[in-house]
């Protein structure tokens, strides 16, 4: 669910262009979170005769979409095979030699940078308070959250977010008793939730929807509570700042033979097995400790070979970013994708999807994942966390050396779907799944083609209105609901200037047509009257 504001940032970044091609609008907007995590791209000159649009959506932190959206277009560029025209192939290539850079060295440093962890930070002062904190005494602590709470709400922009209520002192005096057990479970800390789902996310992600109410049980979550009042009211300003430059534009479109390429080879459809795992953890618990119970085992199966590091923030292992990449060359469109942003494209007034979702419990995603010794919940998250199956990013699920790319349990390898371009093809959205789990996307083609229309009527063109207003539509009222309508916003709309002269053309059509039905009728009257 992630973490919310008490009052949703509906103040929109927007923008658009055009060139001889195509026109576009483009808008992005916080919501409900607490962070703006979309990054987005549009380059109506990226190459000759060629734009390449593109959309980013983060999480557990923005950075890699922020690095993704930044480099993407540089990496595409430099391959061989984008250079022998091979752009099918060069998608893949691209995607998966952005994967690596991120957590090259430099790529890494720059994470850090853009995350806020640069040399101003002290990371070992930060570590030092909170294990203070771990073992300090709940009525000490609970003194402390009071004292941070009335630091924000001494803030005037404090009312942004929405804090924790006061615990008493009675609640206080009945968990004190527990406070040793809470404290030496959760010495080593437990993963934060991701803002897009994952529970090994970046620190002041929690969601502030939690209640306060269990916290002998869980005190680090009340602690990640009033941090994360603290950090929203000091970042909140360079949120907004830097929201700008973490929105653009992206360019998709749907296929008529829904072709797909760069699926995972080599996957066999076969159910996951946890029985040898069962028995090797039986022998395990002979040998290390026989007071393990069953649920130990069962979290010991989900972890067993692939060492993927619990509670951890490290930038590019818990944080990533889903990618839908769109490049138009005349009239050929390529889209690929990793994640479940979506690009579709409206032909002949009918929604057509250039991409696909990438969800854990689809079955040829769970087959992999289960492969690489993978776990996927009830809910649909990989190994309890992330709740995608490909990313750019979160390389702590990409640790299976002896896998190759494309078989790692989150994995970067995109779908990419073409399709030529025809009079019939007026407009495409691209969007995150901000937008898409609140619409549908034929829905999303019907509200864009009403206003198209009405703004036609009145001689006008405005792409970027229209984005604003799909926005709106799609903000939830609360965060009362199952989260839709509360997660960060970023929509895209591509006209397609064909489509625009076609419908002059027809228009003109139209207009002779009745022109010569007149001269016909005044001529017939004459003859009539003679």
């Not at 932190?61 to 993407?72: I, P, T």
């Not at 360079?238 to 700008?244: D, G, K, L, M, S």
């Not at 995150?432 to 009527?457: A, H, M, P, T, Y």
């Amino acid at each position: 669910m992630g973490a919310y504001l008490a009052k949703p940032k509906t103040e929109k970044i927007s923008e658009g262009s055009e060139n001889g091609d195509v026109s576009y609008g483009v808008s992005c907007m916080q919501g409900w979170r607490v962070t703006m995590e979309d990054a987005h791209t549009c380059m109506l000159d990226f190459d000759e005769n060629s734009t390449l649009f593109a959309v980013y959506d983060g999480h557990g932190g923005s950075e890699v979409a922020q690095y993704v959206a930044k480099y993407f277009p540089e990496v595409l560029k430099k391959t061989v095979t984008y250079k022998k025209g091979e752009i099918k192939q060069s998608m893949i290539d691209s995607f998966l030699e952005m994967d690596q850079k991120i957590i090259s060295e430099e790529g890494l440093a720059e994470l850090k940078e853009l995350a806020g962890l640069d040399k101003d930070h002290d990371e070992e002062e930060d570590l030092g308070m909170l294990e203070q904190e771990a073992t300090m005494p709940l009525r000490e602590l609970l003194l402390k959250m009071k004292e941070m709470k009335k630091a924000v709400d001494a803030n005037e922009d404090a009312e942004d977010v929405e804090y924790w209520t006061e615990i008493s002192e009675k609640d206080a005096n009945e968990e004190h008793a527990n406070q040793t057990d809470a404290n030496s479970g959760n010495e080593k800390g437990e993963g934060k939730v991701k803002e897009n789902g994952s529970q090994n996310g970046e620190e002041g992600s929690m969601s502030s929807k939690n209640s306060p109410g269990d916290v002998a049980n869980n005190d680090k979550k009340e602690r990640e509570k009033g941090e994360l009042a603290l950090e929203n009211k000091n970042d909140e300003q360079p949120e907004q700042e830097e929201a700008e430059s973490r929105c653009a534009n992206v360019h998709g479109n749907s296929d008529n033979e829904k072709e797909f390429v760069g699926a995972s080879p080599g996957i066999e459809d076969n159910d996951y097995d946890d029985s040898d795992d069962d028995d090797d953890e039986d022998e395990d618990d002979d040998d290390d400790d026989d007071d393990d119970d069953d649920d130990d085992d069962d979290d010991d199966d989900a972890d067993e070979g692939n060492e993927v590091p619990s509670g951890s923030d490290e930038v590019g292992y818990d944080s990533g970013t889903t990618a839908i990449v769109a490049f138009l060359h005349e009239n050929q469109l390529t889209v690929a994708n990793v994640g479940d942003s979506r690009c579709v494209l409206c032909r002949n007034s009918i929604a057509l999807e250039m991409s696909m979702d990438h969800k854990p419990e689809d079955e040829h995603e769970l087959n992999r994942i289960h492969k690489a010794g993978g776990k996927v919940t009830c809910e649909g998250r990989v190994n309890g966390g992330l709740n995608l199956s490909r990313a750019l990013g979160d390389h702590s699920y990409k640790l299976q050396t002896e896998l190759s790319a494309h078989e790692q349990q989150i994995t970067a390898m995109p779908d990419v779907r073409q399709t030529q371009l025809t009079e019939a093809d007026e407009f495409m959205v691209i969007a995150c799944d901000g937008i898409w789990n609140v619409k549908g996307s034929q829905e999303v083609v019907d509200f864009v083609s009403d206003r198209l229309r009405e703004q036609r009527k009145n001689g006008e063109s405005n792409l970027t209105q229209i984005c604003e207003e799909l926005l709106d539509s799609c903000l939830a009222s609360d965060t009362a609901g199952d989260g839709s309508g509360c997660d960060n916003m970023t929509c895209i709309i591509v006209l397609f200037n064909s489509a625009e002269k076609t419908d002059q053309n027809s228009k003109k059509r139209k207009l002779q047509s009745e022109t010569i039905d007149e001269d016909f009728v005044d001529k017939r009257l004459k003859t009539d009257d003679s």
